[in-house]
């Protein structure tokens, strides 16, 4: 289990990283300290309720029903929102991943949201399945917004291969990769000094 760093909350205004957010498609090495803010603002622990550890990302009836992986440096990690570390799973190749094939070649860093269905489908049934991807779109603004206000570069991407997300990130039969989010350092734009 790897600890991740103390994290080092950003100091843009939500209006200015709502305004100023975009897809970006090159990035530069992310640090451990960049990573660690990254998932600890979008998607780590805000609060308890009952039984409920509730994310600041929220999900449909409090329920644990995103699973957050990490691909970089050729092992993928599963990202555990308690004790907010990155537990090794194993090599991570994201050969075939991508349809398009050039983030393949410039990520360097890939988040990877996958629907954990069953506590959802136990209690709300096939409706569930809708819930989730709403669950996912929630967690993925909530990684854009904090990537941008981190001065990061990243882009949802919708466009991957399942087989090659599930073998990646192994998973559950009911588990169901449902949107990536590439992201790395922002590199700077000639003559902007940013
Ligand atoms: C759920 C989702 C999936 C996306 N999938 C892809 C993708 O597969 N490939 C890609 O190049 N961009 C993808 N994008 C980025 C969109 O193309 C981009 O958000 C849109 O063009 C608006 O640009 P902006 O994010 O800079 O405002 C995705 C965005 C979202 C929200």
Do not use: W
């Not at 780590?44 to 550890?53: A, D, I, K, L």
């Not at 990646?168 to 790395?184: A, H, I, R, S």
């Amino acid at each position: 289990m790897i600890p991740l760093p103390e994290p080092v909350a950003p100091a843009m205004t939500l209006a200015d990283a709502l305004l100023s957010r975009r897809s970006h498609y090159t990035y530069r090495p992310l640090s451990l300290t960049d990573l660690s803010a990254l998932l600890r603002f979008a998607v780590g622990v805000q609060r308890r309720s009952g039984p409920h550890v509730l994310g600041t990302n929220p999900n449909a009836g409090g329920l644990p029903t995103i699973a957050v992986h990490v691909v970089r440096e050729a092992t993928v990690f599963e990202y555990l929102r308690e004790p907010h570390a990155l537990s090794p799973l194993g090599p991570g190749d994201l050969d075939g991943v991508f349809a398009q094939g050039e983030f393949g070649r410039r990520a360097d860093t890939v988040v990877v949201l996958s629907g954990r269905m069953g506590p959802g489908l136990a209690k709300y049934g096939s409706r569930h399945y809708r819930t989730a991807h709403v669950d996912a779109g929630v967690a993925v603004q909530n990684l854009y917004l904090v990537a941008t206000a981190l001065g990061l570069h990243g882009c949802a991407v919708a466009g991957f291969s399942d087989d090659a997300v599930k073998t990646l990130v192994g998973g559950g039969e009911q588990d169901v990769p449902l949107v990536l989010f590439v992201v790395g350092r922002g590199v700077p734009r000639p003559g902007t000094g940013t």
